[in-house]
Each structure stands twice: as C-alpha cells, then as structure tokens.
C-alpha cells in the first residue's frame, strides 16, 4: 500500500520538540544520520509528520526529499498516526481470494478513513498488509492484538462497536 501523509493537524509538546532537538544534535554531524533520526523521531511522535521530516532535514543538512524518501521507503516508517484502536486488514492471497477486499471496504465505508489514514477523533487508524500468518482464518483482520478470523464484510460492524464504546 501507498504510504499517505497525514492528514490531521500536527501538535507536538515542548518535551517532544526538545527530545527531537537533541536527537538531531546529536547526530548532525554523522554520516548516514537520516535513518537513526527517523528511528528516534518516530520513538518520540509515534509516527513521522511532514513538519518533523522538515525540521530533521534542516537540522541535519539533507534535503527534505532525502529525508522524505527514507521514509517513505521503509515499512518501518509510518507517516500517519496510529489510532488508539489500530486495524490491520490481511490483503494476503488466501485473505483476498476469500473476500478481505470487501472487508477492507466496509471498514472503509463505516469508519471515512482509507488504508494508512486515522480518525480525526484519534479513536482508529488503518492498515492494509500483506499477510499475518493465519491463512487458515482467512479472510483476517487485528484490532490491536485481537485476530479476527473467516470474515465476512457484515462481521465488521459488530467488531468496530465493540472498541466505540
């Protein structure tokens, strides 16, 4: 799946800003620094918002397209915040020949968000991945760390109510 920038304002507190400040002093001045700031910036925010891609590429002397293409690059890296309900939809191959597409759509329909997106209340975020290990189960989604196995897309509004409330 495409990475997507966020699309919810970015906060960040005063501890966090002095964190990341720190974290680029202390590697500006190494090479290759761009992957362990990345690494520390998302430790601290949780994810990678375009104003601290810009502040690490200013702080280290690379381009913001270095900076943004590291990120971007690496699974690892996520540029969206996560929900303090997060969904990971399998779009594997047994999952998608059993329907997880349609799953993956109803999540879609019921919570207005796409694949790499989160909430505007913070309260979910989703990703679409490539395979969780339970093939078995297919068609499979997590919310958290919960599995849920042989879905069908009208399995999903039950699920969702069971973390809105």
Same mark, same amino acid.
């Given at each position: 799946?495409?990475?997507?920038?966020?699309?919810?304002?970015? =906060?960040? @507190?005063?501890?966090q800003?002095?964190?990341?400040?720190a974290?680029i +002093?202390s590697?500006?001045?190494? !090479?290759?620094?761009?992957? !362990?700031?990345? =690494?520390?910036?998302?430790?601290?925010?949780?994810?990678?918002?375009?104003? /601290? &891609?810009?502040?690490?590429?200013? %702080?280290?002397?690379?381009?913001l397209?270095?900076?943004?293409?590291?990120? @971007?690059?690496?699974?690892?890296?996520?540029?969206?915040?996560?929900?303090?309900n =997060?969904?990971s939809?399998?779009?594997? @191959?047994?999952c998608?020949?059993?329907? #997880?597409?349609?799953?993956?759509e109803?999540?879609?329909?019921?919570? %207005?968000?796409? !694949?790499?997106e989160?909430?505007?209340?913070?309260?979910f975020?989703?990703?679409?991945?490539?395979c969780? %290990?339970?093939?078995?189960?297919? !068609? /499979?989604?997590?919310?958290?760390?919960? /599995?849920?196995?042989?879905?069908?897309? +009208?399995?999903?509004?039950?699920?969702l #109510? &069971?973390?809105? #409330?």
């Amino acid at each position: 799946m495409q990475k997507r920038i966020s699309n919810l304002p970015f =906060h960040d @507190t005063p501890e966090q800003a002095q964190k990341l400040d720190a974290v680029i +002093e202390s590697l500006k001045d190494q !090479p290759g620094a761009v992957m !362990p700031a990345l =690494h520390q910036a998302q430790d601290i925010y949780g994810y990678l918002p375009i104003e /601290v &891609q810009e502040k690490i590429a200013k %702080g280290l002397g690379v381009s913001l397209e270095e900076v943004y293409g590291v990120s @971007t690059f690496y699974s690892q890296f996520a540029l969206t915040p996560k929900g303090r309900n =997060h969904i990971s939809v399998c779009l594997g @191959t047994a999952c998608y020949v059993k329907g #997880a597409d349609k799953v993956l759509e109803r999540i879609t329909e019921k919570l %207005g968000i796409q !694949p790499e997106e989160c909430t505007e209340d913070g309260a979910f975020s989703l990703t679409a991945c490539r395979c969780i %290990g339970a093939c078995g189960l297919a !068609p /499979v989604m997590t919310v958290n760390d919960e /599995v849920y196995g042989r879905l069908v897309p +009208e399995d999903v509004d039950s699920i969702l #109510a &069971q973390y809105m #409330a």
